[in-house]
């Protein structure tokens, strides 16, 4: 029995070096090597259950438990779950009476396993063959527990079978196997490591902009790596495998090939400087070769080639600069440190200093003190990198004088690279800058006010709609001038006006931001450009008119001009401008002409271009002149709307006002509602529609008809809360004879919200007079049941956002349901509004809502054509 054990374990450990060969295939995916390696496992299990050593009839022993705890220590959980599934499975299919136990087995192998790897993972245990050997007896020891359950089995006995040599056998099999696996791990680790350690020099050496080669002591080309092929002698796929000899001239390949031996024997780096013709000229390279520590015959070494013609040819150019040093141009040499060895004629010229006072002297004694250390700093960086700076400075002459000049450094290298001195020659720009301020100025500054010109304006627009473009922001362009300006400078005469000019430019330059433009545009025209507005358009538009409103105040305060006080106002044009696609003279032309139309409406005044802007203000003001002759021509009307049931029998009608706008039409309530109330008229257009319904019920109530029907009119905040509102409406009541039961009047329930008390008392005394009140639009405001409780309603109207969607939408059909149960619990009466569908009307029904109004049933009508639809059902109107 034991020879077969160790015949089943050695078969068990071997089929187990599979693993090597699933973790080298899959290397690149690891959860997939995971699944393999599980499969892997639970094979060898398999194949171990195949040949095993029955202890009794379905009782078997065999390796599993050995694989299977190295699966879970090694491959980790979803490794050892695969592989205990796998081996679990088959045991399953052999049944017998140890079924169960062999599959705790297997499940406390790969259990123990993961234990082991949790434990080793947090370094409380190790991994040594020794501490394996204890595993492994362990797992078996409780193997042997495990299998003395099985009927007809039990510990001692299984002891007897299997004794001591079975948990060494299993053990030293533990270890083996663990050890394998542990090599293997180790050395893929170690492969990986060298794989990621070629791959970062490679990327270190391909980062390297100067051209690199690799080659053996006798000048053999084995690697070549450039960024430009430009520079080499040779295409660089022509150069592997061939000889300095074979591709450079003579002597320069044997030159290289001695510099290559001498790095190879020394050990230490050399250095070689060579000129070379490549496909982009004579270039003249640096060399540095380094010889490859190893014990490869042949030997090889590193060359990194740098291209340096630049350098060498800044080198030359200030060899002929020295031999010019005598010149025209102020020049100094100083030592590393940068004092002063050297100076020329030109340099006394400029500074005043004689050779005697400036020889020894740190460079810094020509130090103006208006560069900071930034400056400076800035500047050696560029020395050291480039060994050139060329620049403006300010310096100081002898006699304290601060002149700007154009200064221009050089630096001075040996042989060995290290600088040696700097070189600087100057020319005095004083009288250059002078002039280049007086074009500035006469090119882009008005010579009377000192603000920008009309050229110096255009520029900056031209930034500001680039930049508006860009990020989006606002700004705007006013064109401000001066009213009645030539009375002024025909009285007075032109000094005067120019006087006038010049003060009026000072205020609008104290009255506007750093960031703002003030510009002179010609003769009395200033033009301001505002940038960085508010987002918000109206925002924005309101900052540019409070600010215009503030120039037009401060321009029309009184000059005083010789000895006499002058107002002169003023007429402002405002273009607003975003990201839109406006060209520069498109919004001069914008702003010119608004402020003309300024001008034609009576002067001293602001006026807006921006069309839309504009349009939407110039229409908001119409409508609401509009709406105040409207309201005094009666231009206001009454449609009606029935309510009825599913059958189409009336029971109650609602008055929506309706506009009849001589140009326009009839005009829609979303329209002119919200302006009305904006401009303080819906008091008044309340007032009115409210007497219209009055007067139409009290006509109904001698047409039996019409003598039932309840008459539903949409109230607004400003009546309802009107200290004399109780008073009108008992009026109305009395003076047009309307039935106040038949009155209904709704209300939103956001109007409720403002003065709950106010309204609860309103109500109840307009309840006394008999009138009804409807919460309209229910369920889209702020329901609350303690208000519904205290109000005196009559009725809810389920608004048209629940009933559209009906009955599809489930949590419309739930508002819904919750509404009517609310309604009956409350004994109001229920309307549903915007019915328009046939499934709408069903599922209304269905939820306990008989009454509806909308297009499925009634449109709004003028009142004769309602009548006369009443009238042609022949039945009168149901209470």
Not at 249 to 266: D, K, N
Not at 645 to 652: E, L, M, N, Q, V
């Amino acid at each position: 029995m034991i020879i077969d054990l160790i015949q089943a374990t050695a078969l068990l450990l071997a089929l187990s070096l599979l693993q090597g060969l699933c973790i080298r295939f899959f290397e690149l995916k690891p959860r997939l090597a995971e699944i393999a390696s599980g499969l892997i496992f639970g094979s060898v299990c398999i194949v171990g259950m195949m040949i095993p050593i029955n202890l009794a009839p379905g009782v078997i022993v065999d390796g599993r438990s050995v694989v299977l705890s190295m699966a879970g220590l090694f491959g980790g959980p979803l490794t050892g779950v695969i592989a205990g599934v796998v081996a679990g499975a088959y045991r399953l299919s052999l049944g017998g009476d140890g079924m169960v136990v062999g599959i705790t087995a297997i499940a406390l192998g790969v259990g123990l396993g993961l234990a082991y790897r949790f434990v080793w993972t947090r370094a409380w245990i190790t991994r040594t063959p020794l501490s394996l050997f204890a595993f492994g007896a362990l797992v078996h020891s409780l193997s042997i527990v495990i299998i003395g359950l099985v009927p007809g089995q039990s510990i001692e006995k299984v002891f007897a079978s299997l004794g001591l040599p079975y948990l060494l056998i299993m053990g030293v099999a533990t270890a083996v196997l663990g050890f394998l696996l542990q090599d293997l791990e180790d050395r893929q680790r170690n492969e990986r490591t060298l794989r990621e350690r070629k791959a970062r020099l490679r990327a270190i050496a391909g980062a390297v902009p100067d051209i690199l080669f690799v080659l053996d002591e006798n000048g053999g080309y084995q690697e070549v790596m450039t960024h430009d092929e430009g520079l080499l002698y040779r295409e660089a796929g022509k150069l592997l495998g061939r000889r300095l000899h074979d591709v450079l001239p003579e002597p320069l390949s044997t030159r290289l090939v001695g510099a290559i031996r001498e790095a190879i024997q020394s050990g230490n780096p050399v250095t070689v400087e060579y000129a070379l013709e490549t496909p982009k000229g004579q270039r003249i390279f640096e060399g540095r070769i380094q010889a490859i520590e190893g014990d490869g015959q042949p030997r090889t070494v590193v060359f990194i080639a740098q291209d340096v013609t630049h350098r060498a040819t800044l080198e030359q150019e200030r060899r002929i600069a020295a031999i010019a040093f005598e010149s025209q141009q102020g020049m100094m040499v100083t030592d590393a440190d940068t004092r002063i060895l050297r100076v020329n004629k030109a340099f006394t010229e400029v500074t005043g200093y004689r050779a005697e006072e400036v020889i020894g002297q740190p460079s810094s004694i020509l130090a103006s003190g208006r560069h900071g250390p930034g400056f400076y700093r800035d500047m050696w960086l560029q020395l050291a990198a480039k060994d050139l700076w060329e620049g403006e400075i300010w310096n100081r002459r002898r006699n304290g004088e601060v002149y700007p000049e154009r200064l221009s450094i050089s630096a001075v290298r040996d042989d060995s690279g290290r600088i040696t001195h700097y070189v600087g020659s100057f020319t005095d720009i004083t009288l250059r800058k002078a002039n280049e301020e007086e074009i500035h100025a006469l090119a882009f500054y008005d010579q009377l006010t000192g603000l920008p010109n009309r050229r110096l304006l255009t520029d900056r627009l031209h930034h500001a709609l680039a930049h508006s473009n860009r990020d989006g922001s606002r700004g705007a362009l006013m064109f401000i001038d001066l009213d009645d300006f030539k009375d002024i400078n025909d009285l007075l005469g032109h000094q005067a006006g120019d006087t006038l000019l010049a003060r009026a430019a000072g205020r609008l330059r104290l009255s506007v931001r750093e960031t703002d433009t003030v510009a002179r545009f010609g003769g009395d025209e200033f033009v301001v450009l505002l940038e960085q507005l508010p987002n918000d358009e109206l925002a924005a538009a309101a900052t540019a008119e409070r600010l215009a409103e503030a120039l037009l105040a401060t321009l029309g305060a009184p000059y005083l001009i010789g000895d006499q006080h002058k107002v002169c106002t003023a007429s402002i044009g405002i273009a607003m401008f975003c990201d839109h696609e406006q060209t520069v003279d498109e919004l001069m032309q914008s702003a010119d002409l608004s402020m003309y139309e300024s001008k034609r409406q009576g002067k001293n005044r602001i006026r807006f271009f921006d069309p839309v802007m504009q349009r939407t203000v110039s229409e908001r003001i119409q409508l609401e002149n509009d709406l105040r002759e409207a309201l005094s021509q009666g231009q206001f009307e009454l449609h009606y709307q029935a309510q009825c049931d599913a059958d189409g029998r009336i029971d109650g009608v609602e008055a929506l006002a309706r506009w009849h706008h001589p140009a326009r039409g009839l005009v829609s309530p979303g329209l002119f509602i919200p302006i009305a109330e904006r401009c303080g008229l819906m008091p008044a257009l309340g007032r009115e529609l409210l007497a219209m319904a009055c007067t139409q019920l009290g006509h109904w109530r001698n047409d039996p008809r019409f003598a039932a029907l309840r008459l539903s009119v949409n109230l607004s905040a400003s009546q309802l809360y009107a200290p004399d509102f109780v008073t009108e409406t008992r009026d109305l009541l009395a003076r047009t004879g309307c039935p106040p039961d038949h009155l209904v009047l709704e209300l939103t329930e956001s109007m409720l919200v403002d003065d709950m008390e106010a309204a609860v008392q309103t109500m109840a005394t307009l309840r006394d007079l008999g009138i009804r009140f409807s919460i309209d639009d229910f369920g889209t405001g702020y329901s609350s049941l303690a208000y519904l409780q205290r109000l005196p309603l009559d009725e809810l109207k389920i608004d048209r956002s629940f009933v559209q969607d009906l009955p599809d939408n489930a949590s419309s059909l739930a508002i819904v349901r919750s509404i009517v149960a609310l309604a009956r619990s409350l004994g109001l009466r229920l309307i549903a509004e915007g019915v328009e569908e046939p499934h709408q009307v069903h599922a209304l029904l269905k939820e306990g809502c008989s009454s509806f109004q909308g297009y499925r049933f009634h449109r709004p009508m003028a009142v004769a054509d309602f009548e006369d639809r009443v009238r042609r059902d022949a039945t009168p109107c149901r209470t």
